[in-house]
């Protein structure tokens, strides 16, 4: 027989855990509002970041690890599971596209890089007249980004596979609960509207949603168009049970709801984190090591930018000279005046930015860069060298700094497909209406329906990979060069074995396919269609005879001057001998006479 749960122990836990979590959450907060600046809302930074190095380094990291969304290929080991596993792909690819999860794994990449990525998968009670959420149709999978000011782990564990407890709170409209046969009648009847105190006493009143909301209730009370609660799901691995117990003080130690899960093993959360600390259980976000240089680039910056604004300029004239410098303040560029003594008066500049400073923080934003990955070549800011061949070379090794990075996201996004697959199989309420291709025509699509029923096989006899540059970007350009290296590369070479299987290529279609990617719909009126005409004396794909010489120039482009390192070495240098040419002209003007 089970051991009955300690909510006591488990509540005081929690409470231990949230206290020992809360470090993390301010320095995510605060990492934050450097993100979203001072003019992101009154609750943002407090004082001005004229160039915002943090912001820029996210959104790169962003768009290296999940700025595409993923295409999930499905294999077997059992020769007899295959088609199975094509109508499975095909399901997930159409589920990943109805929860529009692209966007959703961008949120939870984001979460990882301001501190830990936490992300909830499972499927709302069927059938759909019990009503489990009000976010989600009831009988589909759901993956949902829980943010680290609502989520809780213990934190007296070594690492995040040993925990004994962790969850989430999240507030729920009452009158959704109120009837509801999932959870405690009793207990429901209760619970009391929210009014945030008991959120706020135990998280504190930083929490990173206050960037725009400002320091206020906002979990219920008048704020809130519906009187709703707050409750906490917790998953206990062990006992291999999700419970769900109010936030509230007088009832928090009884269960609102209590059921065995009969998901995955390992739970319904996934955690993403880039680096780990030994002997720690939570991870290093990448934005640590940056939140230093961004801070000091930042103050820099504005100092920089004090010292511009005192900058002056001023017209000095001697005593008795007074008339003279109105005269010549009131005149206008190219006029003639007349002046007692043109040589009593002369121009004098106070103030403006310190050329030192200036070549310091020049350094600085190389140096962010540079602890970044380097963020110029990976973002596409500006070239790296002066040759096109070497600037290929650098995105290659500057990929490879994040490539760690891109492994981790790809491994865990194959974890919550994984688990969205095994809802797909394993619950009889899905139905999805879908088209599949037939082999030998691939321009004609069948209609079949997927549902549990249809796979045949457990949820283990199938493996499930993502391709890891499905998750990247890639402009319409870059995927007209793609076809054009694999026309080149590929297919002209076995031309001839092609056209001796019967395979050709369709050139209406690969024109109308260039035409789209290269944005020249006019490349559709090239091609003419006509009867095929061939010569009955030549072979099918025979080659045309290669000339007897041929010559092949080579042409090394060279862009001298051309990076932003060299700009900024070129300008640094300049700001350096500048400083110095001042200093020593102030040393002479020191000099007895």
Not at 39 to 57: C, K, Q
Not at 97 to 117: C, N, P, S, Y
Not at 205 to 229: F, K, L, M, P, W
Request: a negative charge; one cysteine or more; proline letters at 6%.
């Amino acid at each position: 027989m089970a051991k009955a749960i300690d909510y006591d122990r488990l509540i005081e836990a929690r409470r231990y855990s949230q206290r020992a979590l809360l470090p993390f959450r301010q320095e995510r907060t605060h990492a934050l509002k450097q993100y979203v600046g001072n003019r992101y809302s009154t609750n943002g930074a407090s004082r001005p970041i004229h160039a915002n190095l943090l912001e820029m380094a996210v959104e790169i990291y962003v768009r290296q690890l999940a700025a595409g969304v993923p295409r999930v290929m499905v294999s077997t080991h059992h020769d007899h599971l295959r088609p199975d596993a094509l109508e499975l792909a095909t399901a997930l690819n159409h589920l990943i596209d109805e929860l529009d999860l692209g966007a959703t794994l961008q949120r939870w990449v984001k979460d990882a890089i301001f501190g830990m990525g936490i992300m909830k998968v499972g499927i709302t009670d069927s059938p759909p007249k019990k009503i489990a959420g009000f976010r989600h149709s009831a009988g589909q999978p759901f993956a949902d980004v829980i943010s680290l000011d609502d989520w809780v782990h213990d934190m007296t564990a070594d690492t995040l596979e040993e925990v004994a407890y962790c969850g989430h709170r999240y507030t729920v409209a009452l009158e959704f609960l109120k009837g509801n046969d999932l959870f405690d009648q009793g207990l429901v009847n209760q619970l009391v509207p929210d009014h945030g105190d008991a959120e706020e006493e135990e998280s504190g009143s930083d929490d990173a949603a206050e960037i725009s909301t400002g320091n206020q209730s906002y979990a219920g009370g008048d704020e809130s168009y519906r009187d709703t609660v707050t409750l906490w799901d917790y998953w206990l691995p062990v006992e291999q049970k999700i419970v769900t117990v109010p936030d509230q003080t007088s009832i928090e130690k009884k269960p609102l709801r209590e059921v065995d899960w009969n998901g995955p093993q390992l739970g319904p959360y996934h955690l993403l984190g880039f680096k780990d600390v030994p002997d720690n259980i939570m991870p290093l976000p990448p934005v640590a090591g940056l939140m230093e240089l961004h801070e000091l680039y930042a103050n820099l910056t504005r100092k920089l930018a004090r010292q511009a604004e005192r900058q002056k300029t001023i017209l000095g004239v001697m005593s008795g000279g007074a008339e003279d410098g109105r005269a010549i303040t009131r005149s206008n560029d190219g006029d003639a005046i007349g002046m007692v003594d043109p040589q009593s008066a002369a121009e004098f500049k106070f103030g403006g930015p310190d050329n030192m400073l200036q070549a310091f923080s020049i350094d600085i934003k190389g140096l962010f860069s540079w602890i970044g990955g380097n963020l110029d070549l990976l973002g596409g800011l500006s070239p790296m060298s002066e040759t096109l061949g070497q600037d290929k070379m650098l995105a290659q090794s500057a990929s490879g700094l994040i490539v760690s990075m891109q492994e981790e996201t790809v491994k865990r996004t194959t974890g919550v497909i994984r688990d969205l697959a095994y809802w797909l199989i394993t619950d009889p309420f899905i139905e999805l209406p879908l088209t599949k291709r037939t082999p030998g025509f691939p321009r004609e699509a069948l209609p079949f329906k997927f549902t549990a029923d249809s796979i045949d096989g457990n949820w283990i006899d199938y493996n499930f990979r993502i391709s890891p540059y499905s998750m990247m970007q890639q402009t319409p350009m870059q995927k007209f060069s793609m076809l054009n290296q694999i026309l080149s590369g590929v297919y002209a070479p076995m031309l001839q074995i092609m056209q001796q299987q019967g395979i050709s290529i369709d050139m209406q279609e690969l024109t109308r396919l260039m035409s789209t990617l290269t944005d020249m719909p006019e490349l559709r009126d090239i091609l003419l269609q006509s009867e095929p005409q061939q010569d009955a004396g030549e072979p099918i794909g025979e080659k045309p005879p290669k000339a007897a010489n041929t010559t092949r120039t080579n042409i090394r482009v060279n862009r001298p001057g051309v990076t932003r390192e060299g700009a900024d070495q070129a300008l640094r240098t300049d700001l350096i001998n500048g400083a110095q040419n001042d200093d020593q002209k102030a040393a002479i003007g020191r000099a007895p006479s």
